[in-house]
């Protein structure tokens, strides 16, 4: 148990809508990271929070924003969904920006 | 840019047989460099990992991987394999400071262990 937590563990939904992915980071971890996981672009980096404040993105689209609230829990809001954002999404935490990192078992979207 | 290139999406290999998962990256900068592994339908677990000192890193179930800075490379090995060390493995690359941290995976390796 790597202690961090991910809710839901499945979502299946229609195109155009909205969904929320929430991730509890492990136990005095302050960065939290979240990735998507698909067959045809692997493991991809989304963006990167520390205790509240953004601190790095990568390759996240416009119709997702992210967000770390002051108890350190973090969600990923993905809008207007289309077909190809079905996918694994993880959250993982680390405890230093150079610490490995602890991920989640992941929420798997399904869009139809 | 960071990037990082498993170089074999699939590695068939027999019980207790030797294998060799590798790995390449590129960075401008000084990086920092890990070896995740997933099982099915889990979360991504850290296997090894170089920060600095010694360039062979070992992990407790019999891994290592050797920094090669000249080469750019991080390749894992283990003499002898086992039928549970099946899965996907992934290497990866960070690098950053307290501004702001990336760590970029490869598009992984699945190592297939055969009886």
């Given at each position: 148990?790597?202690?961090?937590?991910?809710?839901?563990?499945?979502?299946?939904?229609?195109?155009?809508?909205?969904?929320?992915?929430?991730?509890?980071?492990?136990?005095?971890d302050?960065?939290v990271?979240?990735?998507q996981?698909?067959?045809?672009?692997?493991?991809?980096?989304?963006?990167?929070?520390?205790?509240?404040?953004?601190?790095?993105?990568?390759?996240?689209?416009?119709?997702f924003?992210?967000?770390?609230?002051?108890?350190?829990?973090?969600?990923?809001?993905?809008?207007?969904?289309?077909?190809?954002?079905?996918a694994?999404?993880?959250?993982?935490?680390?405890?230093?920006w150079?610490?490995?990192?602890?991920?989640?078992?992941?929420?798997?979207?399904?869009?139809? | 840019?960071?990037?990082?290139?498993?170089?074999?999406?699939?590695v068939?290999?027999?019980?207790?047989?030797?294998?060799?998962?590798?790995?390449?990256?590129?960075?401008?900068v000084?990086?920092y460099?890990?070896?995740?592994?997933q099982?099915p339908?889990?979360?991504?677990?850290l296997?090894?990992k170089?920060?600095?000192?010694?360039?062979?890193?070992?992990?407790?179930?019999?891994?290592?991987?050797?920094?090669?800075?000249s080469q750019t490379?991080?390749?894992?090995?283990?003499?002898?394999?086992?039928?549970?060390?099946?899965?996907?493995?992934?290497?990866?690359?960070s690098?950053?400071?307290?501004g702001?941290?990336?760590?970029?995976?490869?598009?992984?390796?699945?190592?297939?262990?055969?009886?």
């Open positions: 148990d790597s202690g961090v937590t991910q809710t839901p563990k499945h979502l299946i939904t229609a195109t155009g809508q909205r969904v929320t992915l929430r991730c509890s980071p492990r136990s005095g302050l960065s990271y979240w990735y996981q698909s067959l045809d672009q692997g493991l991809q980096f989304l963006i990167h929070y520390y205790n509240g404040e953004e601190r790095a993105k990568g390759n996240i689209l416009e119709r924003s992210a967000q770390q609230f002051p108890d350190l829990h973090s969600e990923l809001n993905l809008s207007s969904l289309e077909l190809g954002d079905s694994l999404y993880f959250c993982a935490s680390s405890v230093q150079n610490s490995p990192l602890h991920f989640g078992n992941g929420t798997r979207l399904t869009v139809t | 840019a960071q990037s990082v290139t498993q170089l074999d999406s699939q068939p290999v027999f019980e207790e047989a030797p294998v060799e998962l590798r790995c390449n990256y590129s960075s401008s000084s990086v460099l890990f070896w995740y592994v099982y339908n889990q979360g991504l677990q296997l090894l170089y920060l600095s000192g010694s360039t062979l890193v070992e992990s407790i179930n019999g891994f290592e991987a050797e920094f090669n800075k490379s991080f390749h894992l090995r283990k003499p002898s394999v086992h039928i549970s060390d099946t899965a996907e493995y992934f290497c990866a690359v690098e950053g400071d307290t702001g941290f990336k760590t970029i995976f490869g598009a992984g390796t699945r190592l297939f262990v055969k009886a």
